[in-house]
């Protein structure tokens, strides 16, 4: 599986953007998904995840209410709506691939796709 991540840009504190990412390969709606995110001089942190179905997802506990994750197997896209960005969601976000449930741990995650960056000001 190849992902290709799009959609980061600079924005103002309060706005909202819409990532996604694009999958390749027939089996794409056999995989879970996931976004992860790594700010400068901080380790790689998860923002959610989705089950190959889309009927199961899991959030990192600041996100909840701000950032929804969905999927649309027909376009083997996987999308993160985030909105009321705040300064401190500025970070390059990542998506990932793996065949498990739902896992919340990026060694878990077998294919990454390269990054978009997101830049939120104050």
């Known amino acids: 599986v190849q992902l290709q991540a799009s959609g980061g840009g600079l924005v103002q504190a309060g706005d909202s953007l819409r990532l996604s990412c694009a999958a390749s390969?027939?089996?794409?709606?056999?995989?879970?998904m996931a976004w992860f995110r790594q700010a400068p001089g901080k380790e790689r942190e998860f923002v959610a995840a989705?089950?190959?179905?889309?009927?199961?997802?899991y959030y990192a506990d600041s996100m909840k209410g701000r950032f929804t994750i969905s999927r649309d197997n027909a376009k083997n896209t996987v999308y993160l709506q985030m909105n009321s960005l705040k300064p401190e969601d500025t970070a390059v976000y990542y998506c990932?691939?793996?065949?498990?449930?739902?896992?919340?741990?990026?060694?878990?995650?077998?294919?990454w796709g390269q990054g978009t960056q997101v830049t939120v000001s104050s």
């Open positions: 990932a691939a793996s065949p498990l449930r739902l896992p919340r741990s990026g060694r878990e995650y077998n294919y």
């Open positions: 989705i089950s190959w179905s889309g009927d199961y997802t």
């Open positions: 390969g027939r089996t794409f709606s056999s995989y879970a």
